[in-house]
């Protein structure tokens, strides 16, 4: 079987596509925690993206699929954004993601696939987000700079939702009335599941793309390109 590389995939979007993978390919996931991991034929890594080197002699000699999940949102005015939560933001979003990249890279097998995860805010324009629409439009640089460089070799898409409901998003999601504030705000009236993304990112990690690489891919509801208010 083929080999998928998850940086992150105890919760949220990257639990959701292990949950996917796991009958079909090796998994590899490299977190924090192994929690809710023990139901799934996984090979976990002990690995913080912060704060640890990953080391590549855990890995497979091949490397057929590599998504990097670890993310943050930090929604606030400008006016109270910290530099230091700039440089966090841009920390774990991005450098830790260049970081990875590079260590894996050598592994990464012809005809393999990578997926990185933006958000909506990149693309449209949205108060209170300036700090991780900034690390995010990073990556998304990086991505179609990346694709071109490695092309045909190794194809590089992004992933970019809107709000889904996933451990990171408890705060905004916390109760009833914030949950209905938010589904309105979306065309189809609703916040993402965490598998609307996963099935995305599974799609492009998969034989399914050979013929997409270097492309920002919007699963928001419609946010990005519909206003029917």
Same mark, same amino acid.
């Given at each position: 079987?083929?080999?998928?590389?998850?940086?992150?995939? #105890?919760?949220g979007?990257?639990?959701?596509?292990? $949950?996917?993978?796991?009958?079909?390919?090796?998994?590899?996931? &490299?977190?924090?925690?192994?929690?809710?991991?023990?139901?799934?034929?996984?090979?976990?890594?002990?690995?913080? &993206?912060?704060?640890?080197?990953?080391? #590549? %002699?855990?890995?497979?000699?091949?490397?057929?699929?590599?998504?990097?999940?670890?993310? #943050?949102?930090?929604?606030?005015?400008?006016?109270?954004?910290?530099?230091? %939560?700039?440089?966090?933001?841009?920390?774990?979003?991005?450098?830790?993601?260049?970081?990875?990249?590079?260590?894996?890279?050598p592994?990464?097998?012809?005809?393999?696939?990578?997926?990185?995860?933006?958000?909506?805010?990149?693309?449209?324009?949205?108060?209170?987000?300036?700090?991780?629409?900034?690390?995010?439009?990073?990556?998304?640089?990086?991505?179609?700079?990346?694709? &071109?460089e490695? !092309?045909? $070799?190794?194809?590089?898409n992004?992933?970019?939702? #809107?709000?889904?409901? %996933?451990?990171?998003?408890?705060?905004?999601?916390?109760?009833?009335? $914030?949950?209905?504030?938010?589904? =309105?705000?979306?065309?189809?009236?609703?916040?993402?599941?965490?598998?609307?993304?996963?099935?995305? &990112?599974?799609?492009?990690? !998969?034989?399914?793309?050979?013929?997409?690489?270097? =492309?920002?891919?919007?699963?928001?509801?419609?946010? !990005?390109?519909?206003?029917?208010?």
């Amino acid at each position: 079987m083929k080999n998928i590389v998850l940086i992150g995939g #105890s919760h949220g979007i990257g639990f959701s596509m292990a $949950k996917i993978l796991n009958q079909d390919y090796n998994i590899f996931i &490299a977190s924090r925690t192994s929690e809710g991991l023990g139901d799934l034929n996984v090979t976990h890594i002990p690995f913080d &993206a912060i704060s640890d080197d990953l080391d #590549s %002699t855990s890995l497979p000699e091949e490397i057929h699929g590599f998504a990097y999940c670890p993310g #943050s949102i930090n929604l606030k005015p400008f006016k109270m954004m910290s530099l230091e %939560t700039f440089e966090e933001d841009m920390q774990l979003n991005f450098f830790a993601l260049v970081r990875i990249v590079k260590a894996v890279m050598p592994k990464m097998v012809e005809g393999s696939s990578m997926v990185f995860f933006s958000t909506v805010a990149v693309g449209t324009g949205m108060p209170f987000h300036t700090s991780v629409a900034a690390a995010k439009g990073a990556v998304e640089g990086f991505a179609k700079s990346l694709a &071109a460089e490695y !092309s045909p $070799k190794i194809r590089i898409n992004v992933v970019a939702p #809107s709000l889904v409901d %996933t451990p990171l998003a408890k705060r905004l999601l916390s109760n009833d009335r $914030k949950r209905e504030m938010m589904s =309105q705000r979306h065309p189809l009236k609703r916040v993402g599941e965490a598998e609307d993304i996963a099935n995305i &990112a599974v799609f492009l990690l !998969s034989d399914k793309s050979t013929w997409m690489t270097g =492309q920002i891919v919007g699963i928001d509801g419609g946010m !990005s390109t519909l206003n029917i208010n």
